[in-house]
């Protein structure tokens, strides 16, 4: 390098080097990448073209359930610009299922289909026009089996068995030991405490019901995209993957690969929700590359990515008794998750539920029993606040409903049975470490709900007239929510911080920034440790070749895990300069003070940041490398062991119906981001204005539509609406709680996913309360409608 | 079959011929290289590969790249560096509204457009006039408000 570099400077302390710092720890500091996203320069991975690249298409299945009898390439191969073509013969020389909670699927279809879409055959060509062509050329003939597209169907006793084989564990379900399949039952979560029968027994109400929650779809708007690239024998993904290292794990024990010749490489994501969580794209795109000898690209559409994973739907019943006085006796649930043919993530999910099902109530008796069910329908797996947004509504109306019958306040009934921090929250697991009561208190206010204080009273129901509309058509309500969310999954992350001898620093951390502001916050931290100006700490993306190892993006861990781990090894660099800065200035290391940019005494003596680096090398060169490492301390870091937290999962909400048209409005919601420490404050607030939208969806209108025979009938943003700007309520209040209880980094806990649970209960609490109880979700109007014309007659 | 196309770019002429059933967007983002202009949908509903098309927003995945010959495109691209972008770009940092930024570059080119229709249009002040103009552009991360927040002062501030 030719251009002129610092200048040397002087080594040694002198006056004034370093001023006093204001930490940047819980200010509202701008995006890192906000204006690299405005300027439309951010990268992602459809952004990329390597040299030689091919483009990928898949031939999808046109049938839920059948043994296939042939494929025949012939005619797609002689196409021009066709390179490769990989069908299941292309793979007798690997173990090609995968799945980390089951080793369920192959990488494509051997010998059978199990889902409307599933990818039998993948083309490589030149152009992704030619692709599309040739893919159409292929044929397939099927004979068809028996579907079962629907929990009922999948659970009949005459019903297909959708896996023949044996089931085998994946390699990262933590889950501990799985029980045996049980004809489509793939995964049972189940515990009971205490004496439930007798609990019902002595109750003085009882309240159950049957309810039905909705497949939904993530989108986000970046579908899954993923470059394979083999060169040398070594293998190079790019991929808009939340979990890299769980994928490169996948990866490597697929294509019998040791870990360090996979390397993935994660730019920035158009958001993912828990849709690219573990593995998804990855090792079919890396088999048709390995095929093609070549970079092949695979950029799914978005009618391919609501067959790639979407939200689990779910029947369950659930009981709920009380005592006279409003005390909680027992609630006993069991529900049936659909996970599609596939498992992918549906196990955790599954035990999530059933964690989520008691609600953080003092109950004398819980039984719990929740099912992972196959079906001849699309993968489902991941999506924000999973489990919990399944069976927190269902709870929550179950418990005013309670209210409701004891004429007791929906407030009251939850002031006087609420955990408590420190109280068990399940057996074995972490206590409760949030003030719950404190929480709903907030929300119920902050949606005018007059119960701020002890003893406050119901709001007015059915409040009529409005603006000379018709007397008697509108009616409005309120409710609140409660829930918890077991969050943080496997403790594990490493994070590694260096300072160059300019005094700036990099942050290596395996967060993946999917939007949610990783980065931003990760550089906050190590700023706020060093009290190096946040503008000069630099977050990369993911390379799993030079990041240390990260679990895994999702469960709302960065900050509090990822984060820890960034803290301590900011810390460790801390450590060095504080020890050279001591032997510079003569003083000892504990009367040191990290100002801005540098170290001081307790005279105001001081030293740069790049003062520190070149004392300590000697010249303008060195850095200083620090490690940071967060991993289970005292036990195995298990599921039940866990959680790292519980996730708070508080809303309220006010809506209006019409009752002439069942179109329920919703105008006020809001939410409660107890985070312990808000790192970022509006990048929090924003977290939850997101999920509260996402939850608007999943109550109000998101649906997916399987047919009888397994075709997804709504696969496009046509037929699947998500919440548009015109859904936004009037009011949406977010109260950000600190109260400095969470095990991250200044005492920080994550956050993000718990309104999306909420949002949705307070929704149906709400709707209830207007006179319409609802046990089906989505709100359509027509099934309110419906619900409305059977209360009236009823 | 390709068909010549004569268009100004960002400001640039082009000049040469592209397929006939090329998209707008595929013509933008693989033959131009310019990547700020994202696909999702494909089917004129999310909003984000909008463009500006002689000043009106055009979903590129539903538009013919001939269909531009003797029009003016802008996309991000062109749109960066200028007053406009600088001051939406400012509002959109001081509200945070932006996320994974997947979205962001058609807000901001639908939002130009709106703007276009300027101080003859006493509506562009208005949150639900702008939520309604704005419709056309889905977000999934922010759940709006900030971006609302955001235009409103931008285009109020024009009006």
Partial sequence: MTAAGPRESAVGPRESAVGPRESVVGQSVERADGRLKLAGQAEFTGDIRLPGMLYGAVLHSPVAHARISSVDTSAAEKLGGVAAILTGEDLSDLDPYYGHALRDRPIVALGKVRFTGEPVAVVAAESQAAADAAVALIDVEYDELPVAASLEKALAPDAPLIHEEPARPGSAHGLGKLPDRDGNVCYRYSFRRGDVDRAFAAAAVVVEGEYTFPAVYQYSMETHTTIAHWHGGELTLWSSCQHPFLVRQEIAVLFGLPLDLVQVIVPFLGGGFGSKSYTKMEPLTAAIARKAGRPVRILNGVHESMITTRRHNMTARMRTAAAADGTVLARSCQAWLDTGAYADNGPRVTATAGDAAPGPYRWQAVEVAAHCVYTNTGPAGSYRAFGATHLQWIGESQLDEVARRLSMDRLEIRRRNLLRPGEEVRPGGKPLDADLIGDVEKTAAAIGWAGGERGGGEPPRARGVQGGRPPGRYRRGRGVAVGLLAAGAHPVSMATVRMGPDGSVTVLVGTTELGQGARTVMAQIAAGVLGTPVTRVVVRGTDTRYTPYDRSTGASRSTTVAGLAVQRAAQDVLDALLETAAARLEAPPQLLTPVEGGIQDASGRGMTHQELVRARFGFDGGELIGHGRVQPEGGSGSYAEGPVFWEVCVAGAEVEVDLETGVVTVLRTSTVADVGKAINPQLVARQDEGATLQGIGNALFEEMHFAPDGMLLNDTLLSYRIPAFRDIPATMNCSIVENGDGPGPFGAKGCGEGALAAVPAAIVNALADAGVPMNTLPLTPERVWRRIQDLKTS | ?159
């Fill in chain 2, 1 to 159: 079959m390709m068909e010549k196309v004569s268009a100004t770019i960002n400001g640039t002429p082009f000049k040469g011929e592209v397929p006939a059933e090329e998209l707008l967007l595929d013509f933008l983002r693989d033959r131009l290289g310019l990547t700020g202009t994202k696909q999702s949908c494909e089917v004129q509903v999310c909003g984000v590969c909008t463009v500006l098309v002689d000043g009106n927003p055009v979903s590129s995945c539903c538009y013919l790249a001939v269909d531009i010959d003797g029009r003016e495109v802008e996309t991000i691209e062109g749109l960066a560096g200028s007053d406009f972008h600088r001051r939406a770009a400012d509002a959109f940092m001081r509200h945070a509204a932006v996320q994974c930024g997947f979205c962001t570059a058609g807000m901001l080119l639908t939002a130009k457009a709106l703007a276009a229709r300027g101080a003859g249009d006493e509506r562009l002040g208005d949150r639900d006039e702008i939520a309604t103009a704005m419709s056309g552009n889905l977000c999934r991360c922010t759940g709006y408000r900030s971006i609302l927040d955001s235009l409103t002062e931008l285009l109020g501030g024009t009006t």
